[in-house]
């Protein structure tokens, strides 16, 4: 008789216990079609009492995405709105508005820097991600190779219509090469069926070339409605992870990287 040996299958877990680098990239809209900050109704208002509808989503979801970021420093912009002290309109800026360095430490510099924001930024417009996916793509631009294994993970939080939308699809279909996945959370009641569009389930992306998406790399999660269904917890994390560990599985496969062996942590040493 002939041998088989049975070659077990590579999973999420194992690639994050050979020392995959996670790295959790927030883009936050800062359109007009939020409403106005100093309207209760505005899904920027700060209130003193209740957290508004991007708050809750970052602390949501941000905080299920960001435990898997090895360092904390987690790169976080803003888009869509007039930026300080010229106002000019931005699609892709700091969040902390510090110019040489978009990078806050955990859920809780993207919450602090996200709040400074809105007293400080003028809402404005249109909803461009084109922009936003560009700066992802830089940071997803590394030489992927068996020894040094890292993925991108893109959070947008967004209310509104996308006014790129052919912009958009191309950096998302050239996209799927990079090790990068798109989470886009939708936040507010307004349509989201272009988001549908760019979750591809169903049918893949095409760009205005010609070029179908090498793979799935976007997860819409329609915000409001899992928040009706199941509160801030298990539906919500469920929703925001059911994509993210194949699509990095089918990036790893698709360039022959293997997990590697599990990294052993300090205290698993001594």
Known sequence: FTSVKAVPKASFVDYIRGGCQISLITAVDFTASNGNPSDPNCLHYISPVKDNEYVQAIKSIASVLAPYDSDQMIPSFGFGGQIPPHFHVSHCFP????????????????????????????????????????????????????????????????????????????????????????????????????????????????????????????????????????????????????????QLMAFMKSNNIKPNPPVLRRSETT
């Open 95 to 246: 969040l902390d508005l510090n110019t040489q360095n978009p990078e806050v430490y955990g859920v809780q510099g993207i919450l602090n820097a996200y709040q400074h924001a809105v007293r400080t930024v003028r809402l404005y417009g249109p909803t461009n991600f084109s922009s936003i996916l560009d700066k992802a793509m830089q940071f997803a631009s590394v030489r992927e190779n068996q020894q040094s294994q890292s993925y991108f993970i893109l959070l947008i939080i967004t209310d509104g219509i996308i006014s790129d939308m052919s912009d958009t699809v191309d950096r998302i279909v050239a996209a799927s090469k990079l090790p990068l996945s798109i989470v886009i959370v939708g936040v507010g009641g307004a349509n989201f069926e272009n988001m549908e569009i760019l979750d591809a389930d169903d049918t893949p992306l095409r760009s205005r070339n010609g070029e179908t998406m090498a793979r799935d790399i976007v997860q819409f999660v329609p915000f409001r409605e899992l928040m009706r269904k199941g509160g801030p917890n298990g539906c919500v994390a469920k929703e925001t992870l059911a994509e993210i560990p194949g």
